[in-house]
């Protein structure tokens, strides 16, 4: 109903309506410890090594008791000192997901909730205490906050908002905008060369001080514009902040190139992983105060170089303990920063793949929007988009036969349906299982066009 209203209402209304949602949640971010806690990353920043690791330790400590105490899920587990970390259990996703219900201190109405489908395809519903909530976005606010940003400064957010009408595209308009908090939101569904010439004018005619969401969409934009002479003048963005998908040296080159600006990256994710967050000198810093980082090789030994399981000090709601979140980590041991931060630094971060589903009415469907077509619905375990042919797609579906129906269905499609537009042919196929790849590997994407593009 309200996305019904939404979309019948004319243009001014639209745009008073993001910013009315956008006040609600502001107030549910920013309320509570949010500025104390915000304060307490800001004097943590110059800690030295040593009193990271103490940090880690005590906060360690603190949240396996909390999950002992309040998770039906962790009840059983032994207390053990952060040394000794081995001796718990690794989660897997599939154990999260079939688990959920034991895995929550709060209920969705004390809670904060957060609906993902993650990059690997498997739908998971997450509960966040509203402190650990008001400390997720403290810490992302004191990471952009380095370099200058805050609430109210004019940014384009490139994320997987669906705020379009037919009559929008029609009139060429791709982006609404929150007028009292500076944010204009450009879609990510239309990102094909009939429109990116709008795209790109309507930047330049903006002129966003900041730049924050999918990059594969920035990327885009970027080459479209460097091919067809455009720039956007140096000083005018101040710094880009990419989220939800791997970046390569490459894509980095183009976008800063056309944007004229440095970008810096950092990892998280919606389940709430800890912070890996870029500096200024270009080094990625592992943050120790947000979480535990388990790096481990393929017989669950610490290494330098592995799959990445994880603790995470913000996740109290559905407390992540010993998580293997799916993606890798490459350690850099040899490089000294001297931007003041002491934490370990990483020197790649992989397993988010770069991957599209291209539609011949709206073009390049990123990984970030692909894998939110899993928001809002309930009973599929995970998928895999196969696309032969340009204009059809095979979506292959392991799901729970106790809770998937033609409703969810019904949705599920739907949220395609807003992705690749009406024309393209979409077929459900229901499997018992999607094998891994020969790298071991699990890709929510198989796009085997590309040479046609």
């Known amino acids: 109903m309200k996305e019904k209203i939404y979309k019948n209402s004319p243009l001014f209304v639209q745009e008073l309506l993001i910013t009315l949602f956008n006040i609600i949640a502001y107030k549910e971010r920013y309320s509570g410890k949010y500025k104390e806690l915000l304060t307490k990353f800001k004097r943590n920043e110059n800690l030295n090594l040593e009193e990271l690791k103490e940090i880690q330790k005590n906060r360690f400590s603190d949240f396996l008791k909390y999950a002992i105490k309040n998770s039906k899920y962790y009840k059983n587990y032994p207390m053990v000192e952060l040394e000794n970390i081995e001796e718990l259990p690794i989660i897997s996703k599939e154990d999260l997901r079939s688990n959920i219900n034991d895995f929550f201190t709060v209920s969705k109405k004390d809670g ?3 609906k993902t489908g993650g990059t690997t395809g498997k739908s998971l519903e997450i509960l966040f205490t509203k402190e650990g909530n008001n400390e997720r976005f403290a810490y992302l606010d004191y990471f952009r906050g380095k370099f200058g940003y805050e609430l109210g400064k004019k940014t384009a957010w490139f994320s997987g908002k669906d705020l379009l009408t037919p009559k929008d595209i029609s009139n060429n308009i791709f982006w609404k905008t929150d007028h009292k908090h500076n944010v204009r939101y450009y879609s990510t569904f239309h990102i094909k060369d009939d429109y990116l010439e709008f795209y790109v004018k309507n930047l330049l005619d903006y002129k966003p001080e900041y730049l924050s969401g999918f990059p594969s969409t920035m990327l885009e934009i970027a080459k479209y ?3 067809k002479g455009y720039q956007l003048p140096k000083g005018i963005v101040k710094a880009i902040f990419p989220t939800a998908e791997s970046i390569t040296f490459e894509m980095r080159q183009i976008i800063e190139k056309f944007f004229n600006s ?4 950092q990892y998280s994710s919606s389940e709430g992983a800890p912070f890996i967050i870029e500096c200024e000198k ?4 592992m ?3 947000t979480g535990v980082f388990e790096i481990l090789d393929e017989e669950n030994k610490l290494s330098d170089s592995g799959r990445l399981v994880i603790t995470s000090f913000f996740t109290q709601g559905t407390p992540l303990i010993r998580y293997d979140i799916g993606d890798r980590i490459i350690m850099d041991n040899e490089t000294v920063c001297n931007c003041g931060n002491h934490n370990p630094i990483v020197k790649e971060i992989l397993g988010r793949i770069d991957d599209y589903i291209y539609s011949p009415q709206n073009g390049k469907i990123n990984l970030g929007n692909i894998s939110n077509t899993l928001k809002d619905t309930n009973g599929i375990i995970k998928f895999q988009v196969i696309q032969d042919n340009l204009d059809s797609i095979v979506i292959k579906l392991v799901i729970d036969k106790d809770v998937y129906n033609r409703k969810v269905e019904s949705k599920f499609i739907q949220n395609w349906r807003d992705r690749v537009g009406s024309k393209m042919n979409i077929d459900l196929l ?6 891994v790849e020969k ?3 699990y890709r929510m994407v198989k796009n085997n066009i590309k040479h046609l593009l």
């Not at 440095?262 to 990256?265: P, Q, R, V």
């Not at 270009?282 to 810093?285: A, Y």
Request: negative net charge; charged residues 20%.
């Open 225 to 227: 514009g460097l091919n």
């Open 112 to 114: 904060v909730v957060s």
């Open 287 to 289: 943050d120790l105060q």
């Open 262 to 265: 440095k970008m810096y990256n």
């Open 282 to 285: 270009g080094n990625l810093h």
């Open 439 to 441: 790298s071991g590997k």
């Open 430 to 435: 229901l499997v018992d299982d999607i094998p």
